[in-house]
C-alpha cells in the first residue's frame, strides 16, 4: 500500500532562518505531489506541484520553493523565513491523471519566532 | 477559477443523519466533486468523490443533480468521532484549488 511520509510533525524556527521540509511517498511511482499551507481555521492553499522530477509549478507568489530531486521526494525550502512564514504545512500526493484523490501526509507545524 | 461554497458550521446528535451540501455553480465538464474530511492538527482524508448521480461507499453518500451544480455529502448515522471538518473540492487538472474554509461538523452526545 502507498505511504506519504514529512516531517518533522513540528519545528519552530527564527525569523531569517532557513527551511528545509522533506515529504516522501512510498509504495507508488509517477505520483504527482503537492505542498499546502494551512492558517488557523482556515482551508488549505496550494503552494507547489509537480508532475514529476525537477517540474514545479507555483500557485502564489511567496517566500518558498520547492524541488523535486527524485520521484518521490518532494522538498519545501525558504532562505530567509518570515514571520508570516508560520502555519500547518501538508504535503499530499495523488496517481497520474486529472481528477484522482489527494492523500495527505501528516503535516508540519511550523513556528516562526 | 470554479469556486465551491458550503455552510461554515453545522449541529448534529449522534445516531442522526448528516448532509451537508456544497454549491458550484461554475463546475466544469471535466470536474469531479471530491469531500475530504480533517481533523485538528491532521491532513485531510479523502472520503468519497463522484462525477454525477449517486455515489456510495462503506463511510458515505454522495448525491449529484443533474446540472451538477452542486452535491451533498451524506454520513449515516454520525457518531462523535465524525466531529471534523469537512470540505468540498473541484478536481479537474493536475492544478488543484484552494480547499476553502469547510464546513465544521460537531456532533452532540
Known amino acids: 500500500s502507498q505511504t506519504i511520509h514529512q516531517w518533522p510533525a513540528t519545528l519552530v524556527q527564527p525569523v531569517g532562518s532557513p527551511l528545509s521540509l522533506e515529504c516522501t511517498v512510498e509504495?507508488?511511482?509517477?505520483?504527482?505531489l503537492y505542498w499546502y499551507r494551512q492558517a488557523a481555521g482556515r482551508g488549505l492553499q496550494l503552494l507547489f506541484y509537480s508532475v514529476g522530477i525537477g517540474q514545479i509549478s507555483s500557485e502564489v507568489p511567496q517566500n518558498l520553493s520547492a524541488s523535486r530531486p527524485q520521484d518521490r521526494q518532494f522538498i519545501l525550502s525558504s532562505k530567509k523565513l518570515l514571520l508570516s512564514d508560520s502555519g500547518f504545512y501538508l504535503c499530499?500526493?495523488?496517481?497520474?491523471?486529472?481528477?484522482?484523490?489527494?492523500?495527505f501526509g501528516d503535516g508540519t507545524r511550523l513556528s516562526i519566532l | 477559477l470554479a469556486k465551491t461554497t458550503q455552510p461554515i458550521s453545522m449541529d448534529s446528535y449522534e445516531g442522526q443523519e448528516v448532509n451537508i451540501t456544497c454549491s458550484h455553480n461554475n463546475i466544469a465538464t471535466n470536474d469531479y466533486i471530491t469531500w475530504y474530511q480533517q481533523f485538528p492538527s491532521q491532513g485531510p482524508r479523502f472520503i468519497i468523490q463522484?462525477?454525477?448521480t449517486k455515489v456510495t461507499n462503506e463511510v458515505a453518500s454522495l448525491f449529484i443533480p443533474a446540472d451538477r451544480k452542486s452535491s451533498t455529502l451524506s454520513l449515516p448515522r454520525v457518531s462523535l468521532s465524525d466531529t471534523a471538518v469537512y470540505y468540498c473540492l473541484l478536481q479537474g487538472s493536475a492544478r488543484q484549488l484552494t480547499f476553502g474554509s469547510g464546513t465544521q461538523l460537531t456532533v452532540l452526545p
Open positions: 509504495g507508488t511511482s509517477n505520483p504527482n
Open positions: 463522484g462525477y454525477k
Open positions: 499530499a500526493w495523488s496517481p497520474r491523471g486529472n481528477n484522482q484523490p489527494q492523500h
